[in-house]
């Protein structure tokens, strides 16, 4: 039986350019074969095997924080600024944490006491000892002949270490710093012994003078409590201008005492509400302002009650022109 005739391939008699060309356009066939569309692949599956249940997604497995003995929790940013306090005493330097490192969260922190490192020497080959116990270099297993750094204390030495430690400790109680107290419930006495085993002197402070007010109405004396009510206690009478005050401060408060209503006997100073120009004492309405002629009204506002530093005494400035006096013919 004879085969049957094949067909000759298509592309096999070109040849040159021809040929290059008829290979480019087979394999840009071969790519649109093999290229599908996305929506028909996502849509075939589902209209075969009908609708499909989705589960939801898993849950993110939650990052078990591991647990440390002695270990507390405190806030980053307290570490950062004390990191940034450190860096700015030691180098003068202005830093903000938060332009430094993330300061959210919090973080560990254990407190371990303080441990003295101890190094260990071969002593055949004076190559120090590392984590084990046998020499890097010529695998000698350590013993006692090996030096330590630093060597063992004896018991005499710990035992002097401790008693130094103690008198280090009573001297600092000792020289313990004074920690001021504003509590002035307890009265506080500050004495110095006196000479020759005498009595001891007690600081009183600076004299200050009592001043006392006494009610017009009644003649009773208002009491410290009430001066803040500045009303009397025996007839509730409100303190006026015309209360006495006990010493006289006349020269220093010369419109009138704080806090005081104008009294019926002296009604205080009034100024001139066009020139601002001060009237004389208990002056009666109509009378003329010494600077514009204006006649005193009811509108003329009193005199506000304040301190007033009196005028030197024209005596004394004589007498010191004349001392500066005496001392320029003196230096001359």
């Known amino acids: 039986m004879s085969s049957p005739a094949t067909a000759p391939k298509e ?46 997604p898993p849950a993110a497995p939650v990052k078990k924080v591991p647990e440390y003995e002695g270990a507390t929790k405190i806030p980053r940013i307290q570490i950062h600024e004390e990191r940034a306090r450190k860096l700015g005493a030691k180098f003068g330097l202005e830093i903000k944490p938060s ?55 004896t018991e005499a030495e710990k035992q002097a270490n401790r008693e130094r430690r103690e008198a280090l400790i009573q001297k600092h109680k000792a020289m313990a710093p004074i920690i001021p107290s504003y509590d002035y419930s307890q009265k506080i006495d500050l004495k110095r012994t006196g000479k020759a085993g005498g009595q ?38 409100r303190r006026c201008g015309d209360c006495p005050r ?31 120009k001060k009237f004389l004492p208990n002056v009666v309405d109509g009378h003329e302002c010494p600077n514009c002629s204006h006649k005193k009204c009811s509108e003329c506002p009193r005199v506000k009650p304040r301190k007033v530093e009196p005028k030197p005494d024209p005596e004394v400035l004589e007498s010191l022109r004349l001392r500066i006096a005496d001392m320029k013919t003196s230096d001359s």
């Open 11 to 56: 592309g096999k008699d070109k040849k040159g350019m021809g040929k290059v060309l008829y290979r480019m356009k087979t394999v840009f066939r071969k790519g649109e074969g093999l290229r599908k569309p996305r929506g028909d692949t996502a849509a075939a599956p589902a209209s075969a095997s009908g609708p499909v249940l989705t589960s939801p």
């Open 99 to 153: 332009e430094w490192h993330t300061t959210e969260g919090d973080v560990l922190r254990v407190d371990k006491p303080v441990r003295m490192r101890v190094h260990r020497e071969c002593h055949r080959c004076k190559t120090q000892f590392g984590a084990g116990n046998q020499c890097p270099n010529c695998q000698h297993t350590r013993c006692k002949q090996c030096v330590r750094n630093p060597v063992r204390r």
């Open 200 to 237: 001891d002197l007690v600081y009183k402070g600076r004299p200050r003078m009592r001043v006392r007010r006494h009610c017009h109405v009644c003649s009773s004396l208002i009491s410290p409590a009430a001066k803040q009510a500045r009303t009397c206690d025996k007839c509730g009478h």
């Open 246 to 276: 006990n010493p006289d401060a006349k020269q220093k408060y010369p419109y009138g005492y704080p806090n005081d209503e104008p009294g019926p006997n002296s009604k205080g100073v009034h100024a001139c509400h066009e020139c601002k």
